[in-house]
């Protein structure tokens, strides 16, 4: 069984930053994708960002240019850094680690919160 921990979440003002870091609690081999979900309220989960073992990134077009996912293999840990936060962006944020697809994950973190709000 693999744990996700995550953490980083919390209240920010619009345009404000926050950066979300999720580590797994073991190795868990050499392919696989990490990467964030979110859902808010009344809305369907929604991939945001995901990174594979090697290192190439893919973004939701609603993040581009906004946010920005890296990940330390060392540390099993997964990063994702969100600037100029819009309202919209308020969510339970979800860390996943899928090895097939990142459409299909395996395991999930057990979310944190981001509220965008004045």
């Known amino acids: 069984q693999v744990q996700l921990v995550e953490s980083g979440g919390g209240l920010v003002q619009p345009g404000g930053s926050l950066n979300l870091s999720c580590t797994t609690s073991?190795?868990?081999?050499?392919?696989?994708?990490m990467g964030w979900y979110r859902q808010a309220p009344g809305k369907q989960r929604e991939l945001v960002a995901s990174i594979a073992r090697g290192g190439s990134t893919n973004y939701a077009d609603f993040v581009k240019g906004r946010f920005t996912i890296s990940g330390d293999n060392a540390k099993n840990t997964v990063y994702l850094q969100m600037n100029s936060l819009k309202p919209e962006d308020t969510a339970v944020y979800y860390c996943v680690i899928a090895f097939s697809s990142i459409y299909s994950p395996g395991y999930w973190g057990q979310g944190t919160q981001v509220t965008v709000s004045s």
């Open positions: 073991r190795i868990i081999g050499s392919n696989y994708y």
